[in-house]
């Protein structure tokens, strides 16, 4: 187990280790989702960065005339920097 696994992947590692050794499936498939969810979560982010790139690049006049547009790129700006670990 590396310290620099992502929490998620270690708790996983850790459920797993518990599950075998009392032969527990509820463990083993808890294990299974931690590390399910932290691919998709991972998945998400890049998609919402690609996204956000995307948008910032191309449509900036819309965004700044557009009070929603604005709104939910500051949400994005937001959600990117909580997923990555540091707060916007």
């Known amino acids: 187990m590396s310290a620099q696994q992502p929490y998620a992947l270690r708790l996983a ?3 797993e280790a518990l599950g075998w050794r009392s032969v527990d499936k509820d463990l083993r498939n808890a294990a299974d ?11 998400l982010l890049e998609a919402l960065k690609l996204n956000y790139a995307e948008l910032s690049s191309q449509w900036t006049p ?22 990555e670990g540091c707060e916007a």
């Open 33 to 43: 989702e931690l590390r399910r969810l932290h691919a998709l979560n991972a998945e």
């Open 62 to 83: 819309y965004i700044r005339a557009n009070g929603k547009a604005v709104a939910a790129m500051k949400a994005a700006r937001a959600a990117i920097a909580k997923a």
């Open 13 to 15: 590692e850790m459920l």
